[in-house]
């Protein structure tokens, strides 16, 4: 990941906050997971489409309130729909929108290759796009909002490396889908802190194609076999993930006995950081991330430029990326509050049943 300066966190809703109005928001109730609002003072209408349910419950239960609340507060009219793992749905929503008269279009591409024909398409009825969250590379968008990707894999890297110690340990590697950019990035960035210790021998790794955890854990079982068992820590690569290595290691009697890495602090991550099958999982706090692709999205409604921490190189299109780039956090045992404190989950999902005391050994109340 190419920087042109160093990274700054973006102001949780910036100059949308400054562009107050009321708005009413609609949900459509539809399948499609539509919702809509409007009314506000910004002359154009953003539209943003989200990947999946699947890979992970972040985007309808995080992201997708995280930007209506941007929005709403920005008083800009908005569309938000889903495109449920389809690329070719996705295109198809995308076109509605553009047909609908979005002047800006946010997407969580599915590949780089169907992102990619999306902007231009949209380019082409002078539609301004940005990159939410994965970088379409080969794409055309204006901006990328995100994480730095590279610092979640070295997050997930180093988490390992702290649980394992410097004792002789085989690590398996469970990567998130070959066609998310970020997956390669989040892999990039563990390697380059795993692989600097000699104690760590990496014996098993492999891609998830579409984030799918139920593939995730047939996929694990195989590189789990194939080690014969003896398998000290897995570099898992989001929370997911993270409980399809867990379910095949209980299965085995080794749950909370290897260290397995996460991302997303989703309940469930957070639940077994707590309870001990997973060692860490990496915050990133969808109310910031929605606000700065709010912020660079009214920017560009409003003819003006967003304010950017740096660029990302696309290494297929040949260009730097003006780029919004937020930091994750490392979330172990010791500071699972701060999620809770921030936000980004609930006391009540996270402090449910036998967690309740957890929770409580932890300061969660």
Not at 10 to 28: E, H, I, K, R
């Amino acid at each position: 990941m190419k920087r042109k300066h160093s990274l700054v966190l973006v102001p949780l809703l910036g100059l949308s906050m400054a562009l107050t109005a009321c708005g009413d928001d609609s949900d459509s109730g539809s399948d499609s997971g539509s919702d809509s609002g409007g009314g506000g003072e910004a002359a154009g209408k953003i539209g943003v489409i989200l990947p999946d349910t699947e890979s992970s419950v972040r985007w309808e239960s995080a992201d997708r309130p995280a930007l209506e609340a941007a929005f709403d507060e920005a008083g800009v009219d908005y569309d938000i729909q889903n495109a449920e793992g389809d690329a070719e749905r996705m295109t198809q929503i995308a076109d509605t929108m553009i047909g609908d008269g979005v002047t800006v279009l946010a997407i969580v591409n599915l590949d780089s290759e169907s992102g990619a024909a999306i902007q231009e398409k949209a380019a082409s009825q002078g539609v301004a796009t940005i990159d939410y969250d994965r970088l379409t590379l080969g794409g055309s968008a204006e901006y990328y909002v995100s994480f730095d990707n590279t610092v979640v894999g070295e997050l997930q890297g180093q988490g390992l490396a702290d649980c394992l110690g410097d004792k002789k340990a085989n690590i398996v590697y469970l990567n998130g889908s070959p066609t998310d950019n970020n997956a390669t990035l989040f892999s990039e960035g563990a390697h380059s802190v795993l692989d600097e210790i000699s104690n760590y021998t990496v014996v098993g790794e492999q891609a998830v194609p579409d984030w799918d955890n139920e593939e995730a854990a047939t996929i694990f079982q195989q590189l789990y076999t194939a080690a014969d068992g003896k398998v000290d820590g897995v570099l898992a690569a989001n929370d997911g993930l993270a409980g399809a290595a867990i379910s095949i290691l209980e299965g085995n009697g080794q749950a909370g006995k290897v260290p397995v890495t996460g991302q997303d602090a989703t309940v469930e991550g957070l639940q077994n950081v707590l309870a001990g099958t997973q060692c860490m999982t990496v915050y990133k706090s969808a109310t910031q991330e929605a606000g700065a692709l709010a912020d660079a999205a009214i920017a560009l409604v409003n003819g003006d430029e967003a304010e950017t921490t740096g660029t990302t190189e696309d290494s297929e299109g040949g260009r730097d990326v003006p780029s919004i780039l937020l930091e994750p956090q490392s979330i172990t045992k010791d500071n699972v509050g701060d999620v809770i404190e921030d936000g980004g989950q609930k006391a009540e999902d996270v402090c449910t049943g036998d967690f309740a005391d957890l929770c409580a050994e932890a300061g969660i109340s």
